[in-house]
């Protein structure tokens, strides 16, 4: 069972930034595509990006488009989620996940904690 524990989250003023870090265990991290996903309340939770096992692939929603960026590091078992320009509207937790396919999922709802993001105006 591929467990997760996000972290890097906070309170950030309009236009700051955050980078967000996922470490993976229980399963072959290497093996595994990626994801950052959001819920912000009221809403259903959203991904955000998407990487494939091999750093590859990507997938950028289009609310991340030119201001967020993820990555990972495969010796670290860790996916990064690096956001810049921040708004208001980037409020929520935010989470990660593991999947068997491509940066596109599909996603196996491995979900950890989960790190908050506020972002104030």
């Known amino acids: 069972q591929v467990q997760l524990v996000e972290s890097g989250g906070g309170v950030v003023q309009t236009g700051g930034s955050l980078r967000l870090s996922c470490v993976a265990s229980?399963?072959?991290?290497?093996?595994?595509?990626m994801g950052w996903f959001r819920q912000s309340p009221g809403k259903e939770r959203e991904l955000v990006a998407g990487i494939s096992p091999s750093g590859g692939g990507i997938r950028l929603a289009d609310a991340a488009q030119g201001r967020f960026s993820i990555s990972r590091d495969n010796q670290k078992n860790t996916v990064y989620l690096e956001m810049n320009s921040l708004k208001p509207e980037d409020t929520a937790v935010y989470y990660c996940d593991a999947g068997t396919g491509s940066a596109w999922g599909p996603w196996g709802h491995y979900w950890g904690q989960g790190t908050q993001v506020t972002v104030s105006s």
């Open positions: 229980g399963g072959p991290f290497s093996s595994y595509a």
